[in-house]
Each structure stands twice: as C-alpha cells, then as structure tokens.
C-alpha cells in the first residue's frame, strides 16, 4: 500500500509551537488515513482485505462517520461483518471447540486498520523527527522550543531516539524531550492544586481566582494519555 502521508513536513507541525507537536502529527496522519479509507481506498482491492480483516476501532468508526460518507463506511461494514461470520461462526467452528469461538470474537474485535496504520507511519516519522534533529541545528532549535510534550509521545520520541541515533546524540536528545515533558508536568501540578484549593473554603480565594487552572483536569488527561477527554 502507497501512502502520502508520511511525505508531511515535519517541520511544518513543530512551527505553531502551540501544545504537544506530536499530537498534532498523529492528528494529521489520523486524518489523513479516515479520510483515504473513505475515499480513494474503497477502489483498492488490497486494502479492503486488510479492512475486511481488522476493522476499526470505535473512535476510527466515529471519524468516518463524521465525514458524512455514510456509503462509503457502510460498504466497510458490509464486507467487514462478512469476514466477522467468517472468523467467528465459520462453519462447524463452535461445534469443534467452542472456547476458541470466543477467543476468535475476541481478537477481531481487538484491531483497527486506521490504529495500525496511523501508529506504523507515527513512529517512522518520529525516527525521522530524530534524524532531523541529529542533522540540523535550525530544526534543533526549534524543537527545543516546544512548550508541551504529553508523557505517551515523550516515550515513543525516547524509544525512537533508541533504534535511530547514536549513543551521545540519543542521551542529549531524550535529556531535551525530558525537559519539555517534565516542564509540561511542572505546569499541571502547580494548576492542579491551584484547581484543587479553589474548592477549599479555607483557602480564601475568589470564586474568579483560577487564573489557568479551569481547565486543568482536562489538560491533565490529555497530557497522561495524548487524547483530550469526551465531553460530557
């Protein structure tokens, strides 16, 4: 399969400098992919075997239904609950091992295609975001410049730097990714508290006395798991 995504510049999400960098390239490539899968790929015999194969995930089905391509996911859906019979009541399945029937359900609703292919290409972008920064000072700087970086992409930047630079640039780097992440968790502490003892009647403060930390439960998820929490 041939994909334009990883052809983004990665400079180009490191520039607005506003939040974690990383997220907002897993949140171009998502888009990218749901809308290739809603799109051209439904002509692409060998994707649909993949999709038939593996499915979506609820936030990916989410997605494409948002496009508003309501054909195109539901022919998904028709070829994917084909293969789902297939995989978990084929024929004489349950009548041979019925333990298995339940594993087979099991695993096929555990994969995602748009998940796979988002992670696969993140983390080769993310060797390359290594690279870049190995090679040029100007691209260095700027990473050095981020205000936010959330702990789960810290740890794939840090593991990334493992497989694709040496052993002197990986510890100055992953020391510079730390610095952002942990700066980020500093700031979230400090509104955190603030948020906490805004709900203490001994602390004196103004019932407009939050400064920045309103909405600090919500940054504080998003920091821990690179998502921002559903809206209740």
Known sequence: MKHDICSIPISEVFEPKDGCPICRLRDMLEKKMVEYITGAAMM?????????KKGFCLNHYNRMLGLHKHLSVALTMQSRLEELDRQVFGTGLLAKDPAKQGRSAT???????VCDEVNTNLYRMLENTCHLWSREREFRQLFEQQPDL??????LLAEAAGKSLPKKERTE??????GISRRSLDALRADIDHFTRMYDYRSGKGENDWGTA??????????LSSRAPEKA
């Open 173 to 178: 780097f992953i020391k510079v990714a730390s």
């Open 214 to 223: 309103k909405d600090s439960p919500e940054r504080v998820v998003r920091y």
């Open 150 to 155: 959330c702990l789960p992409h810290f740890a």
């Open 107 to 113: 695993a096929a609703l555990s994969t995602c295609f």
């Open 44 to 52: 692409e015999p060998d994707v649909r075997i993949e999709t038939n």
